[in-house]
């Protein structure tokens, strides 16, 4: 058994003072990914203000949600390849850079008031967002092992739950006024600060991560530590040596394109992404709507602090149980979770009420926050290694945001028609989701003792390298 079958099949044993520079590492990187959500879920709280200031009708405010997730979807492509090339650590700050601009300028169009504007503006934002996830999974795939990174796909959806529970606490805070200290009284504030505020905290985290983030054990000072098992879990000595973690554009296509499980795992995570957005970009204004919840009101600030916290557990909770329950598998995992949330789907449209509402929109949330993770992060992480885990994310997660766009125009044309449609757009996701992932477990098996590289190629969500019975 060689060194890199250890990592694989064992708990990874490292050098005193290596975890902990790698969680500095991964702390500032968390940060930033958690500034970018703040920077994105801010229109879902404005979505009343503006909608009303300028007599937008939801169907209207549909298409500034779909513009910026379709130009998210379509910039993880492109942006998964260039992360490849260019280092994850440029492609965030490059992404940084364009969310913290673009949100500026959504707050300063508040005083055109221009719908195509906004959309614009909006679609602009999602395309540099989109540098964000494939330049963190880039960075954080030379710094963990495969059988680790379940459970870094349970952090990393901790984060960007960090940042919405960041955003829903903030955010209403600033419209309904605040003090700090009981000595600086701020007022209610226009919802244009929604979009500026989240852009200074995004510029003051992306200076420390300019400062302290490396892009590999090598650059920090530990060689050779993360074997790199790349696309059909083959070892890549050159970039396992930490020599080299990026490729050209046309070799990521050549060798991701190609595998079947990057395309059934995307067409599942696209139903992921049409049931999270629903629930992200909207439960403020159904409660709003439907029940007349006041944003500052208690039951309000329970369900945005429930939703991010029970989104967080169920990430983690994903993780853990795919890496030691399934020893790397997602795809059963991930089955199970597209299922149940298809059943308390069909139970949320039929029982009403501002406490059912609140139960069900946060179990909906724990389950497609719990597909995203896995399938998000640690699939394209398993699937593309080191050199090609960018544009592997950037395919897989591409797809989360094509379906999520249907959450834009077409869902909110169906809540301009009855707000009773809310629960019954997402039904079909889950029930679809299950059955590719079903798919996916069947079709993938693991490699046997012995196989030659060409019958180990395509190795996903439903198999894994590290595991030899079939």
Not at 199 to 212: D, E, N, P, R, Y
Request: with cysteine.
């Amino acid at each position: 058994m060689n060194h890199g079958d250890i990592h694989e099949t064992t708990r990874p044993s490292y050098p005193p003072g290596f975890r902990r520079r790698r969680g500095w590492n991964w702390g500032w990187l968390g940060l930033l990914y958690t500034s970018f959500y703040m920077c994105r879920y801010n229109l879902s709280l404005a979505n009343p203000s503006i909608s009303q200031e300028f007599g937008f009708s939801r169907e209207q405010m549909g298409h500034i949600i779909s513009a910026a997730l379709l130009a998210y979807a379509l910039g993880l492509i492109v942006n998964g390849a260039l992360a490849d090339r260019l280092g994850g650590k440029r492609a965030m700050l490059i992404g940084a850079a364009g969310t913290i601009a673009m949100n500026l300028l959504f707050g300063a169009a508040s005083f055109a008031g221009m719908l195509g504007l906004f959309v614009a503006i909006r679609a602009l934002d999602g395309y540099f967002q989109s540098f964000g996830a494939p330049g963190m999974v880039k960075i954080n795939t030379a710094w963990f092992a495969r059988r680790e990174r379940g459970r870094f796909s349970g952090i990393f959806g901790f984060m960007i739950n960090l940042g919405r529970f960041g955003i829903f606490t903030l955010g209403p805070a600033l419209l309904a006024g605040f003090s700090v200290l009981g000595m600086v009284h701020i007022p209610p504030l226009h919802w244009r600060w929604l979009f500026w505020v989240p852009s200074v905290i995004c510029a003051l985290v992306a200076v420390g991560v300019a400062v302290w983030v490396k892009e590999t054990p090598e650059q920090a000072g530990y060689p050779g530590l993360i074997p790199d098992t790349g696309p059909g879990g083959q070892a890549d000595p050159g970039s396992g040596a930490g020599r080299d973690v990026r490729a050209g554009v046309a070799e990521v296509l050549r060798t991701i394109a190609t595998q079947p499980v990057v395309w059934i795992t995307a067409a599942a995570y696209a139903c992921t992404g049409a049931v999270r957005q629903a629930v992200d970009q909207w439960f403020p204004r159904y409660m709003q709507d439907m029940y007349q919840v006041d944003l500052r009101s208690a039951q309000f600030q329970f369900l945005a602090f429930l939703i991010p916290f029970m989104a967080s557990v169920g990430s983690l909770l994903a993780g853990y149980v795919s890496d030691t329950l399934f020893k790397g598998r997602r795809a059963p995992v991930a089955a199970i979770l597209y299922f149940t949330e298809t059943a308390l789907i069909l139970l949320a449209a039929r029982f009403h009420g501002v406490t059912a509402a609140i139960v069900f929109l946060v179990l909906i949330s724990f389950t497609a926050n719990s597909t995203h993770s896995i399938l998000g992060s640690a699939a394209p992480m398993d699937i593309g290694g080191r050199r090609m885990s960018g544009f592997a994310l950037g395919v897989i997660d591409s797809f989360q945001y094509f379906g999520g766009s249907l959450a834009g125009i077409l869902l909110g044309r169906l809540l301009d028609q009855s707000l009773g449609n809310y629960f019954y757009f997402m039904a079909p996701f889950g029930a679809i989701g299950g059955l590719l992932m079903l798919v996916a477990r069947g079709k993938f098996a693991p490699p046997r003792p012995g196989a030659t590289p060409a019958a180990t190629r395509t190795v996903g969500p439903g198999a894994t390298a590290e595991s030899n019975k079939p």
